[in-house]
Structures are given as C-alpha cells and as structure tokens.
C-alpha cells in the first residue's frame, strides 16, 4: 500500500531513514523514546521552509542574476537543472556570539544524485552575494554509489580563498541532512551528522544565509526538500520546546543543542538497557519508570545506627548494586526500623559486608525484608538532570519496580510491580512526589492506590494502561480489561469492561487522533471509541485470522503507534531472540492489514510519536535494535541503504464467469507513476486460487517502467490466476496507477 499526494495508490511503502546520525549506546537496543514539553531558557530559535506552496515565499530573494529555485511536485521540494540560488531576506536577531547552524535536506532523484548543493553564510545585508562577501559550502554528489565531496570557501571582497575540503563516507545515494555550523570564525560543514570540511573565515561579519542547486548531469534534478536555521537570539529568551528523549545501553540522551542532534547526558546515574522503558510527561519533567531487581532478602539485620543493613552469607556486591541508580525498599520491619524508601550510600564486599544507607537510614536496629532494586527518574530538561524519583519526606514513598506509568487527571499512575502485579498507584493530584495512602480521606485530591478485580477475588496482574480521555483510565491485564472513570478519590469507580479480552504488553497500545484506543489482545487488534461510555470491539479477527492471535510477550517486543502523517498504525513484534520478524501496517483509510519486513537492526524496542520544535519534523521515530533513531520517509526509496523487498499478490482472480469454467488472461496493460523505478510483475495460474498461489515457476512474466506501458498477451490458462507484482530496481520506489486485465472464456473446467 503506497500513497502519492495523499492519494491512495499501489506500490511499495515509504522507506526508513535516520532521524538522528548519532549510533546511541554504542549499538545496543534503544530501551526508550518519549518527548516532554518545557519552557526552557536561552532554548534557540528555529525558522524552516518546507516549500509549500506554488513559488518560493517572499522570505526569499534573488542572489545576483542568479535565478531563484523553482517548486517542484511531486514530492514538496526545490529542483533545478540549472545554477539557482536564494538568500533569505534577514534574521535580525542572530547572537553572534553563540554558534548557529543551517542546513537544507538534500534528495536524490530517481535513486541518484545530479549535482551540487551550496549553503550561503556571513553574507552582507544589502545586496547579499557569497561570491563577494560570504562564505559557501558545496556538496557535490552524482550517480547512485552515494560518493560524496564537501569543498568550503570564504569571499572577502569578492576576493576567493579555499578554507577545506573533504569526502563523506556515505555508500549510497541517500537523503539527509547537509549542514554548516558557524561558531565565531570557525565554519564546520556535516553531510548526514559527519563533520567533512572545517576551517577559519576571517574577514566575514555578516549574517545574511541563503542556498543554491545545480545539476551538473545531462536530464538529472537536484532537490531540497527544506531548509532550517537555528540560532540564539540576542538577549533573553524563552521557549517552549518539546525535547526527545532516548536511551540505550543504560545512557540517557536528549535532543540538544539543535534539533536532529541526539547527545549524551553526562550523569552518574543510568537506565535499564534489557527492557522497554516507558516515560510520561508532567510539569515540564519526564518521569521515567525505571524498574529492575537487583536482590531481594529477609531476616536482614539493621544495627543500631538505623543505617548499616547485614545478612550472613549474603555478599551484597554479588549483585550489581549501585549506589547511584538504585534503592532499598524495607518492609516488616521489627524493633526501631521504619519501613521506607531509602537511598544506597555504599555497597561492601564479602559475606559479612554491609549495604549502607544515606542520611539517617532506617532510624534504629532490628530486623527487615530488603529489596533492593533500580529507581524510578526524572529527567529535569531546563536544568538537564537525570535524578532518583524520591517523594516529599512524609509524604509516602514512591511505588519502584513498576514498569508501567501514564499520566491521569493530573496524577502519576504507576502499575505492574512484581510483588505486587496487580495493583496501581496514584499520587496526589498535582503533585508527583505526593504518595502519602494515608492522608484525610475527605482529601479529594489525595494519593490513592487500588487493584482490578470484582468483590472477593484476586486482581490480575496489570499489564498495560493508557489515559483514554480525562474521565477514564484504562487498565489492562492479559485476560481482562478494566477501567477507572472519573478520580478514585473523588467518587470515581472502577469498572469491568471485558473479563475475555486483555492487553498483551505494556507497548501493545496507542490511541488515534479522534480519542479511540487500539490494544493488541490474544485475541488480536481491538478498539475502544472515543469517550467515556466504551466497550472493546475486534478490528483484526475477520481479516487476520490466526497471526495476531496468542502473541507471547515473553518473546516479542510489542510497540504500537498511530501515524498521523501515513493515517495509520504501526504494530511492530521485535523478537527477544533470533526467531522471525512479525511486523504489521494498519491503513486506517482502508481499515486494512499489511505486512511489513524490516532489517534486522532496524527492528524497533523502542517508539515514539515525535512533535518536534521544526512542525515539519514531526514524524514516528524508531529506536532500533541497532542503537539508531530512524523515521518512515517518502523521499526515501530504501530502508537506510538496504533494499526494501516490496511486493503484492493480486487475486486469486477467476478467469471464467461460472466456477465450471476457465478461461486466459489474454491482455494485460499496465501504467505506473511517473516517477515510479521498474515493475516485475507475473502471472501464476492453477485450478484453484490455492494451486495458483503454490506455484512454482510463474506462466508469463514481464517488466514494466515508469508510464504507460506497451500491450502484453500473457495468454496464461487456468480457472484461478495471480498477478504478482515486485520491485524490479533495488533502491527504487515504484507505484501503479492502473492495471487492465482482459479475460476471455478457454472452455469447461476438466481433470487431466
């Protein structure tokens, strides 16, 4: 299922490129993907151009005699196959003092590359011409091997001086990022986050920027399907900005300093690396549910200091405590301990070493169950702190070991403990460090916890939740499906809406934009409408049988997103081990089902419905098996470099009107979009749709290009047939507009 101008057409599916170049974690899985939304200082400012519209915008002007770029469709982009250039008219504002960066998204065409990209930078501000005053970046890439060069040379007076060259290390004709950082003097050029060319430009004061095209191959188009600035302004200034947030082999990152880059955040603290991590946003911080056992022991001996915690033959070392990413949950506590939430000061090796507590500890000696496991964080992105998630002291302790959390009615709601799988847990609303079960029951805004179950029986454990609206939560355990309507602790209730129907997994959920939910349960893909009154009803029984039933969480990764941009939802099952992919797209125009084959590497662990600061960026991100963000692109005609094995199965068709008939495929006429890559398509033909489907060696093949094609006779026999079409190019998208098929009767169905 492909789409063109939002037109619903066949043809293979958009193919995935990097959202971010940074391999995160040195290769291992992405564990989480969340955005939080914050009003931060000294937050840059960025200015983008996807080219909408019939003609460039007046933000643009003429450089010189130099023609301005045209406006090209489809896809949204500016080609030329001549010299072009625009300035744009002023950013004013720009702090000089700080580094700013610009870039234009380069794409190939026709699965090739034609040309030369420039970046115009420190132009005067009247009569901008990089040619005078100015610096220009040129990438210059042709053919579809993906060679690349990057030259960078300053103008002073017309006068011209080579600052630096060099080659990219790309293999393919690839789209992406073509990038100048301009900090004081020194200007950096990058092609797809590599930094290729660097040197000084001294001379150059002003800040005037603009980009230019030209395609140097006989018929070839170079495109720019945007161009972005990011800058700091002068003086004060603040923002509000929705960050990314990732991690992957125990290492936080965060989208910063400028959209597209993933860095690092240096802390002592780390992340879970061997399980989906899932983040909800509040109060402009991400609270992140960080969940892992590390040892859990009874009959644990706490001296008299409250704060040196002892179990003969117990080596707490053996374990891998750290005093940084973990804490110690103290239960039945005897003589003077208080049970509690406490942090790790240090951790001693041996049989007879102790686990030491900070501060006062566990106030006296006695006896306690020790559990100690990883705690829930927060990271803070105005100061970029990563820190424990400890409540207010005399305000309860916060819930650990839940891998569960979402945001409800103003509460943070955490579930699926292992001690105590069947029970959530709500803070007080409106405050997130507020776990305090015990406070006036009158306290409608109180800290509330409870289970899922009828009167008298045992909950089930939670598996998954997920605000449906603001008057309902929805929980779900494996077998059942209940929810919270309205706030528990101001006349709310909890109700049973299925004791059949459940959520496979923490991931196996989304919600689309007109408020339904969609789950995966064991009995396939499921749907709650919108609003309060609801009830789950089954979207995938009838048209996929058997291969969403009984998914085993133990053994596949599940994720689910909408796709506001492609209508539709992603459901991706990442096995834990080497077993095959089972991966499936969800046209929501069409309510239909479509197989989807990933890479290896580009599996996702990990999801993420971005909305970027740069409107045009907002796409779903996949954290890859691979360490790498990727992002569904049309202008992307394989998956990061590797081909995408795209093709469909027509029919079975009957080839006579009555089912004691057969008949030939006599004609077959084919047209393809305009800018399709080459269609294989064949016939297969058998006595019944099954036998045709089965087989072997195809009776009649053929390729079709781009356009209108020439006639075929096919003259293919059989009372059931197939027409199979693939992609004949391997890194070209292709598309079909129609297809005729003439038919003409051949005689009775008979057995040879």
């Not at 990314?244 to 860095?263: C, F, H, K, Q």
């Not at 009959?299 to 409250?306: A, M, R």
């Not at 900070?358 to 306690?368: I, K, P, Q, S, V």
């Not at 398509?681 to 020439?710: F, K, M, R």
């Amino acid at each position: 299922m492909s789409t063109e101008n939002d037109r619903l057409i066949g043809g293979s599916r958009p193919g995935l490129t990097k959202a971010f170049y940074v391999e995160l974690g040195s290769g291992n899985p992405v564990r989480l993907l969340a955005d939080v939304t914050s009003v931060r200082s000294g937050a840059a400012v960025v200015w983008s151009d996807n080219f909408d519209g019939e003609a460039i915008g007046s933000s643009w002007e003429q450089i010189s005699t130099i023609s301005l770029p045209l406006l090209y469709r489809p896809p949204t982009a500016v080609t030329t196959t001549e010299t072009v250039a625009a300035a744009h008219t002023a950013f004013s504002d720009i702090d000089v003092t700080q580094a700013y960066q610009i870039g234009m998204y380069v794409v190939p065409y026709a699965g090739a590359h034609h040309g030369k990209y420039r970046l115009y930078g420190m132009m005067a501000a009247t009569t901008p011409n990089p040619s005078v005053n100015g610096f220009i970046a040129e990438l210059t890439m042709t053919g579809s091997a993906g060679a690349s060069t990057i030259t960078l040379k300053k103008y002073v007076a017309s006068a011209e001086t080579a600052v630096d060259s060099g080659i990219a290390s790309d293999t393919a004709a690839m789209e992406g990022w073509f990038t100048v950082v301009v900090d004081g003097t020194t200007v950096t050029a990058y092609w797809q986050g590599e930094a290729v060319a660097t040197g000084t430009v001294s001379g150059l004061a002003g800040t005037r920027v603009g980009f230019g095209m030209q395609a140097t191959v006989a018929g070839g188009v170079t495109l720019c399907d945007m161009f972005r600035i990011q800058y700091y302004p002068v003086g004060i200034h603040h923002a509000v900005a929705t960050t990314l947030v990732s991690s992957a082999n125990g290492t936080l990152y965060r989208e910063r300093p400028w959209i597209g880059d993933m860095t690092a955040l240096v802390s002592d603290l780390t992340l879970a690396t061997d399980k989906l991590l899932l983040g909800a946003s509040r109060g402009q911080k991400l609270y992140i549910a960080d969940h892992g056992r590390r040892v859990k022991a009874t009959s644990v001996t706490v001296d008299d200091t409250g704060i040196h915690l002892h179990k003969a033959d117990l080596d707490w070392s053996d374990y891998g405590i750290t005093t940084d990413d973990d804490v110690v949950v103290i239960s039945d506590g005897t003589g003077g301990v208080i049970n509690g939430t406490y942090t790790i000061d240090s951790v001693a090796a041996g049989d007879d070493g102790d686990l030491t507590l900070t501060g006062t500890g566990a106030t006296g000696d006695g006896t306690c169950t020790a559990l100690v496991e990883r705690a829930p964080k927060i990271y803070d992105p105005d100061a970029d702190t990563l820190t424990i998630w400890t409540a207010t002291i005399g305000k309860g302790q916060v819930p650990t070991g839940c891998p569960i959390i979402v945001r409800y009615r103003d509460r943070m709601v955490l579930a699926g403990a292992v001690d105590a799988p069947h029970v959530w847990y709500m803070s007080r609303s409106g405050d997130a460090l507020d776990f305090d079960y015990a406070a006036d029951a009158d306290d409608g805004a109180r800290a509330v916890a409870g289970n899922t179950a009828d009167a008298g029986e045992m909950g089930e454990p939670i598996t998954a939740m997920l605000a449906h609206c603001d008057d309902l939560l929805v929980i779900g355990c494996l077998s059942s499906l209940w929810c919270v309507r309205g706030d528990p602790a101001y006349g709310g209730q909890i109700d049973n809406l299925s004791h059949d129907v459940g959520i496979v997994s923490r991931g196996a959920l989304c919600r689309t934009p007109e408020g339904a939910t969609v789950f995966l349960s064991l009995d396939g893909l499921y749907i709650l409408a919108p609003g309060a009154e609801v009830y789950p009803t089954p979207m995938s029984r009838e048209t996929l049988p058997a291969e969403l039933l009984t998914i085993d969480p133990s053994i596949y990764t599940v994720t689910m997103a909408y796709d506001v941009r492609f209508r539709g939802i992603h459901l991706y099952l990442t096995p834990v081990d080497s077993r095959g992919q089972m991966h499936w797209w969800f046209d929501w125009k069409t309510k239909s089902f479509w197989p989807v084959k990933l890479q290896d590497g580009h599996q996702p662990t990990a999801l993420c419905s971005h909305v970027s600061q740069n409107v045009g960026e907002s796409r779903l991100i996949l954290g890859g098996s691979d360490g790498y963000l990727r992002r569904y692109s049309e202008m992307a005609e394989h998956d990061d470099g590797s081909e995408i094995e795209s093709y469909v199965y027509i029919g079975p068709f009957r080839t006579a009107k009555l089912p004691t008939q057969e008949g030939i495929v006599s004609q077959l006429d084919g047209v393809l979009s305009k800018r399709s890559g080459r269609v294989k398509w064949s016939i297969l033909a058998g006595e019944s749709g099954e036998e045709a489907y089965h087989v072997a060696t195809p009776q009649a093949t053929g390729t079709w290009t781009a356009g209108l094609n020439y006639r075929t006779h096919p003259r293919t026999v059989g009372a059931a047939q197939i027409l199979k079409l693939e992609n004949a190019d391997a890194n070209r998208r292709w598309n079909v507009e129609e297809i005729a098929v003439t038919r003409i009767l051949s005689g009775d169905r008979t057995k040879a």
